[in-house]
């Protein structure tokens, strides 16, 4: 029944039968706690991943090849890189002797998930020694072209800027017929551009998924020139690719560019969603253009798109930036959302920004949470 269950999804149903069946007086097995695993990760519950360890070893379970596997999910998907590591070491290959998987008497063999995982840390903690070890034994194993593992790697030589074993490993997988998912284009177009090979980036991709993707990376590392260029080589464009390049002038404070490339997209018969509106919003904010931004925010309705307090924060911010504090208070007072301490702070910024405290005190005076007050004052470092 827990394995049904957590095969299913119904990962907090599974651990809640588990919890009983140990206060009934029944022992798990290592296949139940293979199974509860990667419901654990999933549901990013690292305290049970750690008990269940705890268990395994004291019973002596470790030699499970799938209960190794689940710990190693488990640690990966918390972040505790050290001990999926720690795991990968001790129970799926024997360290300085990789042509052997030794577990006390027992062998465990490593999988492409297992060596996968283990690579993934490897590139997190930029052990990239110890990820070259890993490579060695997956390549003896015959698993380096394996989507996983084959990932893994390109992330790896990324992070650790190898960017030509990087690409050596991307041009692996895809000659032996796997076709890299998103995350290793993503991986390997950043590789590229932490070593200015922005050349090479550029000449990576050819449809319009990894065109965004080539947008997105470089927009994350500041580089709204490429983002630009990289958006023009696209061959077709959609909506992807479009809220790509508008995010890319948004969060960079490109509002004029941003505005401009909005009315674009509404030229070309796009339907904007949540996102673009969000983009488009926030290029008014780093405009100051208070009549642009309320034109989009109502243009929202026209598209049938609910605004979120996302978009909320921006008019805020955009009434607060330009001195119109008691329009933004006003907006925080009659939107259909409970505010938070983001636009609380949006507000507080333009009162401190133009030197007047008085929208704030009428907030205090009329039963505003003063926990989302005080959360936004330490934002704001005026306490």
Known sequence: MVGGLSQNGYDKEAIEILYK??????????????SILPACGRLQMLYLGKEIHGYLTRHELMSNSF?????IDV?????????????????????????????????????SFTLGSALAACADMGLLRRGKEIHSYAIARGLQTDPFVGGALVELYSQCLDVGAAQKAFDEMKADGFDPNIYTWNSIIAGHVKNAHNESALQLFSDTHIGSAVVDVYAKCGCVKHARLAYDNIKKYNLVTENAMLTAYAMHGYGEEGIAFFRRILDNGFIPDDITFLSALSSCVHARLVETGLEFFNLMRSYNVKP??????????????????????????????????????????????????????????????????????RLLDIT
């Open 308 to 377: 979120t307090l996302k978009h909320y924060t921006c008019i805020v911010d955009l009434f607060s930036r330009t001195g119109k504090l008691k329009a933004a208070l006003k907006v925080i007072k009659e939107m259909p959302l409970d505010p938070d301490a983001v636009i609380w702070g949006a507000l507080l910024g333009g009162c401190v920004i133009h030197g007047n405290l008085e929208p704030i005190s009428q907030s205090l005076s009329k039963d505003t949470p003063v926990s989302e007050i005080a959360t936004s004052l």
């Open 75 to 111: 640690y990966r998907r918390c972040g505790d890189m050290e001990n999926a590591l720690l795991v990968f070491s001790m129970y799926s290959m024997k360290n300085d002797l990789l042509e052997h998987h030794v577990l006390r008497k027992e062998e465990i063999e490593a999988d």
């Open 21 to 34: 069946m140990q206060a009934a007086g029944f022992q798990p097995n290592a296949q139940t706690l293979a």
């Open 67 to 71: 209960v190794v596997n689940g710990l």
